[in-house]
């Protein structure tokens, strides 16, 4: 009975129209979460290199960066389906675009792991985006997934804050694991990078948990 119901849900979805990811439209899923007019404009344009080529910042405790998409309205629609829509299938989309992008396999890490959000956050939303693309990643690349770090809230990061401002508003908004010894290579994923603060904090404690080299990942780049 349940393989009967399992094969219900199945086709119902894979025969029912599905909201583009990006325009909302209607459209025949046959090639993924974007419509095709949407496709031709949300292509991924794969940026990846040492971090003081993107982001503004004196000192950075990550040593690479990739990014999937350059940040623009429509790459802005894809996000927000993701993060504030419940569109949890584009994980496995942005999932194996990383998983294709041999950039990321020249860093040779030892472990996936991905920002954190706050508890109350997480809870609101009932997932952290930035873990399920990192477990899809995973899933893909074979390489294990593992959570090093918790948030713990704080003040809301401000969106149109300086980076000297925003790496001042991170400080101490994430804590190690407990008891958890980080791989000397590690990957951090995180859906949005903007002045990079985030990612530079969470990579100072991973490296303090053991690290010695943090690569980072995210799905969109905002150019500042
Ligand atoms: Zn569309």
């Given amino acids: 009975m349940e393989l009967l119901k399992q094969l219900v849900v199945f086709f119902w ?25 949407c496709s031709r404009v949300a292509q991924p ?19 690479y ?11 802005q629609s894809l996000i927000i389906s993701f ?14 675009i990383a998983a294709g992008c041999k950039e990321i396999f020249a860093a040779n890490f030892d472990v996936i792991t991905a920002v954190p959000l706050s508890r109350l956050k997480q809870s609101e939303r009932g997932y ?7 477990r899809q990643l995973s899933r893909f690349s074979g390489k294990p997934y593992k959570q090093f770090l918790r ?3 704080g003040k809301k990061i401000q969106k149109k804050l300086s980076y000297e401002h925003r790496s001042f508003n991170c400080i101490g908004r994430y804590d190690p694991v407990k008891q958890v010894v980080c791989p000397e290579r590690v990957l951090l994923v ?35």
Avoid: H, W
């Fill in 128 to 134: 952290n985006q930035s873990e399920l693309f990192a």
């Fill in 190 to 224: 995180d859906d949005v990078v903007t002045t990079g603060a985030t990612l530079n904090e969470c990579s100072r404690i991973l490296k303090k948990m053991g690290a010695l080299t943090v690569f980072s990942l995210t799905i969109a780049r905002v150019d500042i």
């Fill in 83 to 96: 993060k504030e829509k419940e569109r949890v299938d584009l994980a496995s989309y942005f999932g194996s």
């Fill in 151 to 153: 948030c713990k809230g």
């Fill in 65 to 75: 960066i990739l990014s999937l998409f350059l940040y623009n309205s429509e790459i």
């Fill in 13 to 37: 979805d894979f025969f029912s129209p599905v909201p583009c990811a990006v325009c909302g439209g209607e459209y025949n899923r046959t090639d993924g979460p974007v419509c095709p007019l």
């Fill in 45 to 63: 344009v794969v940026t990846a290199g040492n971090p003081s080529e993107y982001l503004s910042g004196r000192y950075f405790y990550f040593s």
